[in-house]
């Protein structure tokens, strides 16, 4: 509901992003992570004095996690990583505010078994970040993270080792449902100005409104609207019982993130054709809901096709 709310106000979901991101990924430090640990990082992320994100996209993709190349060797006592991730979030806001990221890198032999997670500090020495320019969802980055024979101390490793890729999956069913979340609260913002914008607004003599081929796609959007919403609280609920629904939670959450961007793209769409010339604007913000819109559509915590792998693969064993 906070998600929603967020991004109510903030079309583009700059700042819903930065909630979750916040969110997911302290709440499975805090899980996971030593007491040493979550004492030296949580409380500065929660005070908001430094950033917490996740790394774990690498330039050769994104959705084939358990393959990812990034190594970490222990030597006397550190990690020293080597590789590079990209497409991540926050890489700028780390570098400003300090932080860093929940970093997936292979410790191990091959596939997800071999994947540990350790946390990263952007500022640490052989690290070089970059920013990539996207579509546009504003507010905060996207960039490339370089790792060159980086050391990090073995107390930043999250949990055990090897255990990594099952930590991310756990995070990952906590952002999908917040970025859902997300998705329809801008959704919602947008649909409510599109419904005040055609009680107003009069073609060939008439509101717009009493036009019955745009109050029926309003009341189509409107149903659409309140039946993701309805399965993103469902899910979110079940991760508020997480022990009872395990087995069902990531089903759950995948159905979330795949309906929710959708259903809110098909809103923004729709409200953006109803203001006509003006919906194409930056003044009318619209414009702005369907770049940062269009993230989650792409692949920001996880592509729409591996959505329907986890629900078909849960559907169908
Ligand atoms: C704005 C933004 C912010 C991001 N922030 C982060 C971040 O903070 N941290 C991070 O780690 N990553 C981040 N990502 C990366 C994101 O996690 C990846 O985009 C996503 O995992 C998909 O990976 P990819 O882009 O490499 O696409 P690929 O994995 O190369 O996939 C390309 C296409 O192939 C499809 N595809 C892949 N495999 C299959 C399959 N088995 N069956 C059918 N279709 C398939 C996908 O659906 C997709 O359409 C971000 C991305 C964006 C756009």
Excluded at 62 to 79: C, I, M, P, Q, R
Excluded at 120 to 146: A, D, L, W, Y
Excluded at 174 to 188: D, K, N, Q, T, Y
Excluded at 209 to 237: C, G, N, P
Aim: aromatic share 10%; proline share 1%.
């Amino acid at each position: 509901m906070a998600a929603e709310e967020i991004a109510r106000a903030d079309f583009t979901m700059a700042t819903a992003v930065f909630f979750l991101l916040e969110n997911s990924w302290g709440y499975i430090l805090d899980k996971y992570g030593s007491e040493e640990l979550r004492k030296e990082v949580l409380h500065k992320v929660a005070s908001g004095e430094n950033f917490l994100g996740i790394a774990s996209t690498e330039p050769s993709g994104g959705s084939d996690v358990a393959n990812l190349e990034t190594s970490a060797k222990k030597e006397g006592g550190k990690y020293v990583i080597n590789g590079e991730k990209a497409y991540i979030s926050g890489v700028m806001e780390a570098k400003e505010m300090g932080g860093g990221h929940l970093t997936l890198v292979r410790t191990g032999g091959k596939g997800h078994k071999g994947i540990s997670m350790i946390y990263v500090p952007i500022n640490s020495e052989g690290i070089t970040v970059s920013r990539i320019e996207n579509m546009g969802r504003m507010g905060i980055s996207t960039g490339i993270i370089k790792y060159d024979n980086v050391k990090i101390d073995e107390k930043f490793l999250v949990g055990e080792e090897n255990k990594g890729f099952y930590y991310a999956m756990d995070g990952f069913n906590h952002a999908r449902v917040l970025v859902a979340s997300a998705c329809i609260g801008s959704a919602e913002a947008i649909l409510e100005e599109g419904l005040k914008y055609i009680k107003e607004r009069e073609a060939f003599g008439v509101k717009l409104k009493d036009l019955q081929s745009i109050a029926f796609e309003a009341a189509e959007l409107y149903t659409k609207l309140e039946m993701a919403r309805l399965l993103v609280y469902k899910s979110a609920w079940m991760l508020d019982h997480e022990e009872k629904y395990k087995d069902e939670i990531p089903k759950f959450s995948a159905m979330a993130k795949l309906i929710a961007p959708q259903t809110a793209f098909d809103v923004i769409k729709s409200v953006m054709i109803w203001f006509g010339a003006y919906g194409y604007t930056k003044d009318a913000l619209i414009e702005s809901g369907m770049r940062g819109l269009m993230s989650y559509l792409v692949g920001a915590e996880g592509a729409l096709n591996i959505m329907k792998l986890i629900i078909s693969k849960e559907i169908l064993k």
